[in-house]
Nanobody
Framework: VQLVVSGGGLVQPGGSLGLSCAAS????????MGWFRQVPGKEREFVAA????????DYADSVKGRFTISRENYKKMVYLQMNSLKPEDTAVYYC?????????????????WGQGTQVTVSS
């Protein structure tokens, strides 16, 4: 199982950024996927999750209405579109594979993790 995250970088407050996660080594369409983020000294924080089919999504309250998670099963890709970014969104972002078909807010419900990508929101 491999998850490769790309798309991080530096963006100004109010700007947008898209993250991508390329999956390989498993039947992608059978698993939920999630995005988490972490800042130094804090626990990994749930951001968004999407079910195996893409028919169900969940978001942290802090990003609801600003971030969108999506997936393309035939490409084995999951995405996180981040709009109206705030300085408090600064973190390392990770994608992760769920243990089942439905997404979860809990990190222990995910068994494989990508390498993470830094997102910095600053003027």
């Amino acid at each position: 199982v491999q998850l490769v995250v790309s798309g991080g970088g530096l963006v100004q407050p109010g700007g947008s950024l898209g993250l991508s996660c390329a999956a390989s080594g498993f039947t992608f369409s059978s698993y939920a996927m999630g995005w988490f983020r972490q800042v130094p000294g804090k626990e990994r924080e749930f951001v968004a999750a999407i079910s195996w089919s893409g028919g169900s999504t969940d978001y942290a309250d802090s990003v609801k209405g600003r971030f969108t998670i999506s997936r393309e099963n035939y490409k084995k890709m999951v995405y996180l579109q981040m709009n109206s970014l705030k300085p408090e969104d600064t973190a390392v972002y990770y994608c992760a594979r769920g243990r089942g078909r439905l997404g979860s807010l809990r990190a222990y419900e995910y068994d494989y993790w990508g390498q993470g990508t830094q997102v910095t929101v600053s003027s």
